[in-house]
């Protein structure tokens, strides 16, 4: 089974942006490279995206409805020796592993008013959000 956690983050301003991504993605494994992308830009003519979806992926080992321990294994753990019941059972007991993945988009675009467009930050949100839309690729034709 898995869990996933989306996060999109627009910046407009270099006042927001170390907040904003400390505030959203204070556990990210890609903060780092975030905060080095920001760095090497301006967003004074300038606004940044970010796209981040952490995947939570559980691997069950055993079935747990139908798995019983055996009865040294029960004695085992009722004395309170954990230690000793993995050493003699071994990681067959462990009920799951937890992996987590993750990636990061970063969409860095100029604009030449004093104002950003926000045509292109709300067509690439639907467009993640409903990766069947293709309003990017029509967009980008008709400009």
């Known amino acids: 089974?898995?869990?996933?956690?989306p996060t999109y983050i627009q910046i407009r301003s270099t006042h927001d942006a170390t907040n904003q991504?400390?505030?959203r993605l204070a556990e990210s494994?890609?903060?780092?490279?975030?905060?080095?992308?920001?760095?090497?830009?301006?967003?004074?003519?300038?606004?940044?995206?970010?796209?981040n979806v952490a995947v939570d992926k559980y691997y069950q080992s055993?079935?747990?409805?139908?798995?019983?321990?055996?009865?040294?294994?029960?004695t085992v753990l009722s004395r309170g020796d954990l230690h000793g019941f993995?050493?003699?059972?071994g990681p067959g007991y462990i009920h799951s592993i937890r992996r987590t993945a993750e990636?990061?988009?970063?969409f860095y675009y100029t604009f030449d008013s004093s104002k950003p467009s926000e045509l292109f930050p709300n067509l690439?949100?639907?467009?993640?959000?409903?990766p069947s839309r293709n309003d990017l690729q029509k967009s980008a034709i008709a400009s």
């Open 124 to 130: 690439l949100l639907q467009n993640v959000q409903d």
């Open 86 to 89: 993995f050493q003699s059972c």
């Open 29 to 51: 494994l890609t903060l780092q490279w975030l905060n080095i992308q920001l760095d090497s830009i301006s967003l004074k003519t300038s606004s940044v995206v970010i796209f």
């Open 1 to 5: 089974t898995f869990d996933y956690e």
């Open 103 to 106: 990636i990061s988009a970063f």
């Open 62 to 74: 055993i079935m747990q409805l139908t798995s019983q321990l055996s009865k040294s294994a029960v």
């Open 21 to 23: 991504l400390i505030d």
